[in-house]
């Protein structure tokens, strides 16, 4: 099953090598990410990076060669990502879960700890033992660890270890990113059954087929100096960037003024058709594929069976006052019937 499509357009990559020093920098014009399952979805266009001036995606590594106490030594490192357009509805986040979801991570082997396998888990009491066997491993070491600096036996070598090849750190001495402003489009679909389990159906049925428009998450700019910390700890300080400038915008009164208007919307049949970013109309860059159109059932032609039961009722209850009274009703509501046919 084909889930996503991504296009990149005018991918350039260079890579430098010298005795003390390497350096890699990238950049994209513009990318796509098209939804390739769901042919029912409002958004066949994930996501959408084209900005009018510049490019899509560029990033700098300066790294330095054979230093000692760390894994890696970045003389700098840099990134922009210029007005991203992402949209996302519930059937996209379940189908994406699902997918990673079926893979759990295994636990490192001894001979290589920083080394990680992927092994595909069908069932959620599988994941739940790879996370307890990883933990408990984890238990393991640091018994052993804090065994060997009690007995004052290779304590100096299994920390080493422990440091450089488990987590290792890692130094930066520039890191810097310009702000980001991701556009966001959530919208929540009929058929959301996550929402009804946890928040009931009156929720379900208030929020269902909402989509607010264009919330716009700004990440601010980054630029710090000397940072040596863990690869673990350094993941863990930009994810926490992120999630605060989350934080920030989903609980502030532009979300809630945009909600409601989210919601006025839906009320009044007024919501927004189709995709636009940065005033591009969006469309996929590939149709979906033969598989995903065979799985859609072609709908029904109207049948008497399919009509609306108030039409049936209208016509088998016919008040049938003499002949001639009979008669014209009954020529008129079929008249009605052939046009209900007809459409």
Request: hydrophobic content about 40%; aromatic content about 8%; proline content about 5%.
């Amino acid at each position: 099953e084909e889930l996503l499509y991504t296009q990149f357009e005018d991918v350039q990559l260079t890579y430098i090598s010298g005795a003390t020093t390497s350096q890699v920098n990238a950049s994209v014009m513009s990318l796509q990410i098209d939804n390739q399952f769901d042919p029912q979805t409002s958004f066949p266009v994930i996501a959408r990076v084209a900005p009018a001036d510049g490019r899509a995606f560029s990033m700098t590594l300066i790294e330095k060669v054979g230093e000692l106490g760390v894994e890696k030594y970045f003389e700098s490192i840099s990134w922009e990502l210029k007005e991203p357009y992402l949209f996302v509805d519930d059937r996209l986040i379940l189908k994406l879960a699902t997918f990673f979801g079926s893979f759990s991570v295994g636990k490192p082997s001894r001979g290589s700890p920083s080394r990680r396998t992927f092994v595909l888990a069908e069932k959620p009491e599988e994941l739940a033992a790879a996370d307890e066997m990883e933990v408990e491993a984890g238990l393991a070491d640091l018994h052993q660890l804090m065994n060997a600096v009690v007995k004052g036996e290779a304590a100096a070598e299994l920390e080493a270890e422990g440091a450089s090849s488990v987590d290792p750190y890692v130094y930066v001495h520039v890191l810097k990113a310009k702000e980001l402003r991701l556009h966001l489009t959530p919208m929540l679909t009929e058929g959301n059954d996550v929402i009804r389990r946890y928040a009931g159906p009156l929720v379900q049925r208030v929020l269902r087929n909402m989509r607010v428009e264009d919330i716009v998450i700004k990440v601010p700019p980054m630029e710090e100096n000397r940072q040596l910390k863990k690869k673990s700890a350094m993941t863990q300080h930009i994810t926490n960037i992120f999630t605060e400038s989350l934080r920030k915008t989903f609980f502030s009164s532009t979300f809630l003024f945009k909600g409601l208007d989210a919601w006025s919307d839906k009320i009044f049949n007024l919501q927004t058709q189709g995709q636009v970013a940065g005033g591009e109309k969006l469309e996929r860059k590939r149709g979906l594929p033969e598989s995903t159109l065979a799985a859609v059932e072609a709908p029904a032609a109207p049948s008497l069976l399919s009509l609306p039961k108030r039409a049936v009722t209208t016509v088998a209850s016919i008040p049938v006052k003499g002949i001639k009274t009979g008669l014209k009703t009954g020529v008129k509501q079929l008249g009605r019937l052939g046009n209900l046919l007809g459409q």
